[in-house]
């Protein structure tokens, strides 16, 4: 059973665009929400994480957006650059359980053309 | 700072036999975490190991297990490896499990079984 839900599943946009991942989960009691980008070969690294207190996190190009009523969030990408192709993976996770416990998305394979 | 290092990067084992990966964290954390990585079901969360505990464990069969030394480094291992087992392990560090601090991601281990 997937604990998080992540859509598209690849995504296309050109240099300069903003694409925009989206993800839902069922656990309300998820307390902790990271984004992760992973490049062939690579493990994955964190992005951006936001807490369920805040509607909105931002650091250089990349945004969260988080709606807790609809226990949806998503990332935004501004003015997105070739070099941010790679596969973008959210998840969740919860202090009671194991904050190093983190569900993931299924991940969604981002190109940025030039 | 050096990465968290994973050996061996590549394995090829055959149905039956059973593998020990090995990953070494991040200098000073002393939190590791385990995730497998398919294309089918992507990241999954295997078991966390804390001052040589395991602390959180995935839903996973108990072929699947791991250890953790008094230095931090981590190993798991597989036995009686199956055609499902070929993934993508992959081994995160963090300081602790008492916060949500940011997991670092070794590059992974790739597990084929024939």
């Known amino acids: 059973q997937q604990q998080v839900k992540q859509s598209p599943q690849s995504l296309i946009v050109q240099k300069g665009g903003i694409p925009i991942i989206n993800c839902a989960y069922e656990?309300?009691?998820?307390?902790?929400f990271p984004w992760y980008q992973q490049f062939p070969g690579k493990g994955p690294a964190l992005l951006i994480a936001?807490?369920?207190?805040?509607s909105e996190k931002k650091e250089g190009r990349f945004t969260i957006s988080f709606n807790k009523s609809a226990k949806q969030f998503s990332l935004h990408i501004m003015d997105s650059q070739p070099g941010d192709s790679a596969t973008y993976f959210c998840?969740?996770?919860?202090?009671?359980?194991?904050?190093?416990?983190?569900?993931f998305g299924t991940g969604t394979r981002l190109t940025v053309i030039p | 700072k050096a990465g968290v290092t994973q050996t061996p990067r590549y394995l090829i084992k055959t149905r039956g036999q059973q593998v020990t990966l090995s990953c070494s964290p991040i200098?000073?954390?002393?939190?590791v975490s385990w995730y497998q990585q398919t294309p089918g079901q992507g990241l999954q969360f295997l078991f966390e190991y804390f001052s040589e505990t395991q602390r959180n464990k995935g839903n996973f069969p108990g072929r699947f297990s791991g250890r953790q030394f008094s230095n931090s480094r981590s190993e798991m291992n597989v036995s009686t490896l199956e055609l499902g087992d070929s993934a993508l392990y992959l081994c995160?560090?963090?300081?602790?499990?008492?916060?949500?601090?940011?997991?670092?991601f070794g590059p992974g281990t790739r597990l084929t079984v024939l």
């Open positions: 998840a969740a996770s919860l202090y009671q359980t194991g904050a190093n416990n983190l569900f």
């Open positions: 995160a560090s963090s300081p602790d499990l008492f916060d949500y601090n940011e997991q670092f």
């Open positions: 656990n309300t009691a998820f307390d902790y």
């Open positions: 200098s000073g954390h002393r939190s």
């Open positions: 936001i807490r369920p207190d805040v």
